[in-house]
């Protein structure tokens, strides 16, 4: 059964390659041109594989904290929002402790990020099992409001940097090494695993996501564990916002966070919400971008049609061909 | 069935890899010696702004015209891309690479020092300790000069004694074309006073409508609008009230063909040229930061084919402009109101 | 800038969306949440130009918006309905696809990047009723509109009833319910759906017809967001079509204030705010108000049973 669900995945993705191919071919470039450089791009040389890396760690820590959230029934989309926030947090940290100790401004930076995209987090959870309101119009909206508070807070307020072209905050000088960051989210990776299938925790979550009415009858605090899911995907995404704003960016761009809510949820569903599933989804979204990096600087492929192949292979990455009838009539396995 | 179905794919995933190290074989372009290859990494569509449209455009014929020069345009939208894209140029080979605004400033700094054998050009970088970057030039167009002068067209041809203003986001660039043209009005002082508004888009014509639309019902006889596809709605509304419209980087023959007064045009392709031509003759300034205005012919005022200002009032206006070209107006790059 | 004149706007800015919201709210009703619509409307939008520059007629123009719609949304629903997909990943790629595909093909058909602009003679046509003139402050409101915005203001009604009081409406509730019992019950559940997503793709190629059309041009990206407005509309409302009209014209009327507001000073990014928080409110509020009405009603009783108790 699971092998069947493998099988079609990898051969969805060979027919969206296929038809984004065709579209390709159909605009004048080579098919085999471009996908050779897409390979090559992502996995081609030392600094492709970096690059993998680096565009997959987003996505994969923003999928496990979607997939923690949703298995509690809590659909958490306002991604955008909470990095916003633990960005904002970290570059206003930064500007008040300016000339403390190094080390001490690391460690408020990043506990000022968590608590800021916990609570976050925490709004949208707190009006669905609070007040009865739809988590998605909250999330959708807080999306909205944190990106133009933020737009605002570096364009006007003490953290924006002035005489730049365009609006952005003041720097942050602590960095944090990308080699820290990749090791940090092989930890995060193991340890979702391992609680999510192996502690009671972990099993608990899974159960009030299953049914809350039959957790709630065996005496699970169903409220007090979905909140605490809440809490663990607020987590996840302020590491993410560390990630970003420590390790490669140290300024917050205008719009920095457009989208990447959209790509973690495409690779929890890619996924199919199982951790190793998600892990690859997110290579597959991360190679796919750092092999356009070099397809869009090597060949004459219009970017636009780069978002077509990306759009193909989400298309078909989760069809079920083969569909569980035809197996059963045919009496495989 | 299901061994056969294994064994297909693993063909097909075979042939995949097989056909991608045959191709990428014999794709990379040899270097000739005399060929500069140049690329041109912008942080917006190639379609948003007038501007860059222009530029890009510009950057072809250049391409054209020269056979020693090879220019590529790529756009690096997304912020995560800035730094991954300018560093793929520096391996592919380019040895000038152009980038555009103070988002990338970081980008290229950190490219600039793994790769001190590339030059670097930065587009409205602003840069503030540019000497310490030997290999970056920083290269800025002022946008306040040909504000200023649709600011004294607009102050001139007025009949309400007010006019307005649509910028698509209150940031550095368009907060400067603002300040010129609030100055262009100061200067001509006549009474008139201006509204400014931000539509916060750069693409959405309807909602630049509704803005333009406001501004005239409150009595702006005289639309500015410096916000890229939003602004043909503005030029829409202005045409369709019958107002006057004063335009930025291109002319509106399409949405207002009887309403415009002129047009602020900035060539940024004869600024980046300028820069390339410097630089494949061994005049590179690295380190340095350069501005170019109307003296170095990197932007003028052109009236449109059946433009509404009298020709007074355009001898007027062209005055202003060769005074600033001479130097003799400062223009100052904060607006002075909002 | 005086409140005729900003309802007006309102309701000029919320055509769009409401045919928009109401194809989303039909395909809801089934059970699909189409995340796509931002995407149909694009494609709408675009094709609705293509159409109107080809034909030299606007109404064709539109037909073609819908067409093309249509089109992409019958391919959405065969990958839903048939081959499974997760809807929402099939909405994201559509997204995707729709705004690479409208700004790749301005080029080979127009021969132009980012934009391109019809000649005024294919605007879309603004309906003046004279005997509006005689109402005083809504007929000003509802007067000089075009026709489909006309028709996005009474489809609500329409819709809410075909879906109450006609057995069409009773088949895609009970499928919404309840697919199980929907087909014991005799309902062709897939019949259902993929009529219930055709209704939405006519609608949303009316709403990006409507909104290209009126300022006869297409600009890349010119739906601007409006697609997920009108979901999060629907979604407020509960899928009811009339709390949905109330709905979008709340975000007209929010966009509305926004455009009247500027031009004095406040900050453009916390102007843009105002939408979105007014949204927030109007989710929450109800609630919030509901709990307290609960809570002073139990405080009441508890107060009279402790009395009544004490007087015994």
């Known amino acids: 059964m699971r092998n069947r669900k493998v099988i079609n995945s990898v051969l969805a993705i060979m027919i969206a390659f296929i038809m984004g191919g065709l579209m390709v071919l159909l605009s004048g470039d080579s098919p085999l041109e471009t996908y050779s450089v897409l390979l090559k791009g992502s996995f081609g040389s030392l600094n492709a594989l970096k690059n993998t890396i680096r565009y997959s760690i987003p996505v994969v820590l923003l999928a496990y904290s979607f997939s923690v959230c949703n298995q509690c029934g809590y659909f958490n989309i306002s991604h955008e929002s909470q990095m916003y926030s633990a960005s904002l947090a970290i570059v206003m940290v930064s500007e008040l402790t300016q000339g403390w100790p190094s080390w001490l401004r690391l460690i408020l930076m990043m506990a000022a990020a968590c608590m800021a995209s916990i609570a976050a987090c925490m709004i949208p959870a707190a009006a669905k099992f609070g007040l009865g309101v739809s988590e998605v119009v909250v999330g959708v909206m807080m999306n909205y409001l944190m990106a133009y508070l933020t737009k605002h807070m570096i364009a006007f307020s003490f953290i924006a940097q002035p005489g730049s072209s365009s609006i952005m905050s003041l720097p942050v000088s602590e960095s944090v090494g990308a080699v820290s960051i990749t090791v940090s989210t092989v930890v995060i990776i193991l340890l979702y695993q391992f609680v999510m299938k192996k502690t009671i925790p972990g099993y608990r979550l899974s159960v009030v996501g299953?049914?809350?009415?039959?957790a709630n009858a065996s005496g699970l605090p169903s409220m007090r564990i979905m909140l605490s899911s809440a809490v663990v995907g607020g987590l996840l995404t302020g590491i993410c916002a560390i990630g970003e704003m420590l390790g490669y960016y140290h300024i917050i761009y205008s719009d920095f966070a457009v989208d990447i809510g959209f790509n973690g949820m495409t690779a929890a569903l890619l996924g199919a919400q199982n951790a190793i599933g998600m892990l690859l989804g997110s290579l597959l979204l991360g190679a796919l971008k750092s092999g356009s990096v070099l397809l869009t600087v090597v060949t004459s492929v219009p970017a636009e049609l780069v978002d077509c192949v990306k759009g193909f292979v989400m298309f078909f990455a989760t069809v079920t061909f083969i569909r569980s009838d035809v197996w059963m009539r045919k009496g495989g396995k | 069935m299901k061994r056969k179905l294994k064994k297909t794919l693993a063909m097909m995933l075979a042939f995949v890899l097989l056909a991608s190290a045959v191709s990428g074989c014999g794709s990379k372009s040899g270097g000739e010696s005399e060929k500069h290859r140049i690329a041109f990494v912008s942080y917006q569509a190639f379609d948003s702004s007038e501007w860059l449209q222009n530029l890009t455009k510009g950057l072809k014929q250049y391409e054209e015209e020269n056979e020693n020069v090879e220019i590529k345009c790529?756009?690096?939208?997304a912020v995560d891309q800035y730094e991954t894209k300018v560093r793929a140029c520096c391996e592919e080979g380019f040895d000038i690479i152009i980038t555009t605004y103070s988002d990338m400033a970081d980008a290229t700094i950190a490219a600039a020092a793994d790769y001190p054998d590339i030059k670097f050009g930065i587009l409205q970088g602003e840069m503030e300790n540019i000497a310490d970057y030997s290999n970056i030039a920083d290269f800025h167009l002022n946008r306040t000069?040909?504000?200023?002068?649709?600011?004294?067209?607009?102050?001139?041809?007025?009949?309400?004694?007010k006019v307005g203003f649509v910028g698509g986001s209150d940031s550095g660039g368009i907060n400067e074309i603002l300040a010129g043209y609030q100055q262009g009005i100061a200067y001509i002082d006549n009474g008139t006073e201006d509204v400014v508004t931000y539509c916060n888009s750069f693409t959405d014509p309807t909602i630049g409508k509704e803005y333009a639309l406001q501004l005239i019902a409150g009595g702006c006889d005289v639309i500015f609008g410096a916000a890229g596809g939003s602004g043909t709605g503005c030029a829409q509304a202005a045409e369709e009230q019958g107002v006057m419209y004063a335009a930025c980087d291109v002319h509106y023959t399409d949405a207002a063909p009887n309403a415009e007064i002129g047009s602020a045009m900035n060539y940024f392709e004869n600024m980046v040229i300028a820069f390339?031509?410097?630089?494949?003759?061994?005049?590179?300034?690295?380190?340095?930061?350069?501005?170019?205005?109307?003296?170095?012919?990197?932007?003028?005022?052109?009236?449109?084919?059946?433009?509404?200002?009298p020709q007074d009032i355009q001898d007027q206006v062209m005055a202003v402009s060769e005074k600033i070209a001479a130097g003799e107006i400062e223009i100052a790059s904060e607006p002075l109101h909002k | 800038m005086d409140i005729v004149t900003i309802l007006t706007v309102a309701v000029r800015h919320a055509g769009p969306v409401l045919l928009v919201a109401m194809g989303g709210?039909?395909?809801?009703?089934?059970?699909?949440?189409n995340l796509a619509l931002e995407g149909f409307m694009l494609i709408g939008a675009f094709s609705s130009i293509v159409g109107a520059f080809y034909t030299g007629n606007v109404w064709l123009g539109v037909l073609f918006g819908v067409l093309a719609s249509t089109l992409m949304i019958i391919i959405y629903a065969v990958f839903i309905i048939e081959l499974e997909v997760q809807p929402v990943v099939c909405a994201i790629s559509i997204i995707t696809l729709a705004s690479g595909l409208t700004r790749y093909l301005l080029n080979p058909?127009?021969?132009?990047?980012?934009?391109?602009?019809?000649?005024?003679?294919?605007?879309?046509?603004?309906v003046h009723m004279n005997w509006l003139e005689a109402i005083p402050v809504a007929g000003q409101i509802l007067n000089n509109h075009s026709l489909l915005v006309y028709f996005a203001l009474v489809l609500p009604f329409v819709l809410a009833f075909v879906i109450n009081k006609t057995k069409y409406g009773l088949d895609i509730r009970a499928v919404g319910m309840n697919e199980e019992a929907a087909v014991s019950a005799g309902i062709h559940v897939r019949k259902v759906k993929y009529s219930a997503l055709m209704i939405n793709g006519i609608l949303c190629g009316l709403g990006g017809a409507e909104l290209a059309l009126s300022v006869y041009m297409f600009n890349v990206g010119m739906t601007n967001g409006r697609g997920y407005t009108a979901l999060a509309a629907i979604t407020l409302a509960g899928c009811n079509p009339l709390l949905s009209l109330i709905t979008c014209l709340l975000f007209g009327f929010a966009e509305s204030l926004v455009v009247s507001l500027s031009g004095v000073g406040f900050s453009s990014y916390l102007l843009g705010m105002l939408p979105y928080a007014l949204a927030l409110v109007a989710a929450v509020a109800p609630q919030v108000a509901r709990r307290c009405i609960h809570f002073i009603k139990r405080k009441k009783s508890e107060t009279e049973m402790i009395s009544e108790y004490y007087r015994n």
């Open chain 2, 276 to 309: 390339i031509d410097d630089t494949i003759h061994d005049n590179y300034q690295g380190g340095t930061s350069r501005e170019y205005g109307i003296a170095q012919g990197a932007a003028g005022y052109e009236f449109a084919d059946n433009d509404l200002a």
């Open chain 2, 74 to 77: 790529i756009e690096a939208l």
């Open chain 1, 210 to 214: 299953r049914n809350p009415l039959f």
């Open chain 2, 145 to 161: 000069e040909t504000a200023f002068i649709q600011g004294c067209a607009a102050a001139l041809m007025t009949k309400t004694g």
């Open chain 3, 25 to 33: 709210l039909l395909a809801s009703r089934v059970n699909i949440f």
């Open chain 3, 109 to 126: 058909v127009f021969g132009v990047s980012g934009r391109y602009v019809l000649s005024s003679e294919l605007a879309m046509p603004v």
